[in-house]
């Protein structure tokens, strides 16, 4: 693994707004609001060909022996420290326009218990003038001080190319002949607010990587949590990104979670699998179907994960005692008895979240519990299997005989009776499964009827849990067929006036005039 530099501070000194200088894209959020950052964010960087590891962390706001009014606010420091002790080199960064404040003092004084080497980073000089106030931060006790403006970019190659000497060396770069690198398969956790999706990824990761609270909205960045599992001597390598919660657009009237929203739909779009998250307690809500619709948006494969499922059975055995003492269900509603008829059994209850999510029904469904573990092998188990769906590439031959037959038995409906003739097929794509198709005309093509051709590529090659893409193209129309066809026996076609052919009629000539004899 390359060397970790961690940027550590107190809050809103600019960790972020350096953090994404220097990994030369915008990852972390940067907000003037203090404490926007819990989770540890990483991210792999290279640095004049140099790899290493970048970590941003929240802000230390807490003093010596003061505790912290809330379980973030203790939660974010604890990634601090998580931090501080896998680092290589720290950044600690100031800011050159409030000078050396208590905070500063008790960080400085954490990072001198840790042995670590440490780099004060006085950001915010934005002007040559500023870097005069640079030299106040000597008295933290480290030598190494460089002003900086992650804004502007100033100073920062300087601190980076001594940053890099400091570094323990990269690992050798593979051989031709050694083994080919694992391919990363990148799960986007999503769904609406405290449903459990940091829960899951703790469960899996079987760490404390991000932060997991009761309240809504805990989750801010995007996180990007490395996982690797070794299941029968295959190995496989994982990206879970852990997103904010996605709630309704006319609740969003904080910036920071606005930027956290657009962050979320970004994460959507750069995975490979989306991992839509229920909450089996509340069941399938509004806004649910609306993320559940910006997974289709954006092409992903799928799978829904519905949490919470303990807590379920245990209602539902509550229920049945009830029914049990009463032994009388006559006058219940028949909604209710329908309801936990459908909880009764998993197979029931995920037929019912394929109906509910009917544009998301290609999507197995995996009941889970992330506080027990349950069932969270078969969320990995499922995401192989899509994987290798999702890859899988369709012989022509085999292809064309399947849409062949599927459109022999189904001819689709059309308002002004044509009829559809195929003509021939062929796969452009994998990801998402996307094919060709050549027909006479693709007005006819309703999207019933794509649906009905895409169930039955799913009923004929599998294809579970990704989307399937048809592209009709008509048959360009021939010249021959726009022009108008001359009834048989006519006879020959007269010359256009001013063709250039010669008139021989009662002997005159194009002009007119009598030939010359």
Known sequence: MPGIIAIVGRPNVGKSALFNRIAGRRIAIVHDQPGVTRDRVMAEVEWQGVPFTLVDTGGIGLLRGESAGDVITRAAVDQVQIAIESADLIFMVVNV????VPLDTEVAQRLRRSGKPVYIVVNKTDEPKAEAGAGEFSALGFDQIFPVSAIHGRGIAELMSTALKQLPPAPPASEPGDAQPLEVIRLAIVGRPNVGKSSI????????????????????????????????????????????????????????????????EDSIARCDIAVLVL??????????????????????????????????????????????????????????????????????????????????DYAPVIFTSARSGFNLERLLEAVRYVASQLKQTIPTAVLNRTLH????????????????????????????????????????????????????????????????????KPRPKSVESVRTARPKGSGPRRPKPGSGMKERRHGRNRTGKPRKS
């Open 97 to 100: 326009r409030e000078g050396i």
């Open 201 to 264: 990824i703790n469960t899996l990761t079987q760490s404390d990587r991000v932060i997991v609270s009761p309240i809504p909205g805990t989750t801010r960045d995007s996180v990007d949590v490395p996982f690797e599992v070794e299941t029968e001597g295959v190995r496989q390598r994982y990206i879970l990104i852990d997103t904010a919660g996605l709630r309704k657009a006319r609740r969003v009237n904080d910036t920071v979670e606005f930027i956290s929203t657009k962050r979320t």
């Open 279 to 360: 909450d089996a307690e509340s069941g399938i809500l509004e806004q649910d179907k609306k993320v559940a619709d910006r997974i289709v948006e954006c092409s992903k494969a799928c799978i829904v994960v519905v949490n919470k499922w303990d807590l379920v059975e245990e209602g539902v055995r509550k229920a049945r005692e009830e029914e049990i003492q009463r032994r009388n269900t006559r006058h219940m509603p028949e909604e209710d008895r329908d309801r936990k008829r459908r909880m009764s059994t998993l197979g029931e209850f995920g037929e019912w979240v394929q109906e509910k999510l009917f544009f998301l």
């Open 405 to 472: 037959d599927a459109i022999e038995r189904r001819q689709p409906i059309s308002a002004t009776g044509m009829f559809l003739k195929f003509f021939y097929a062929t796969q452009v794509k994998t990801v998402p499964p996307t094919f060709l198709l050549f027909v006479n005309r693709d007005e006819v093509f309703s999207p019933q009827y794509r649906k009905y051709l895409a169930d039955q590529l799913r009923q004929a090659f599998g294809y579970e849990g990704c989307p399937i893409h048809l592209l009709p």
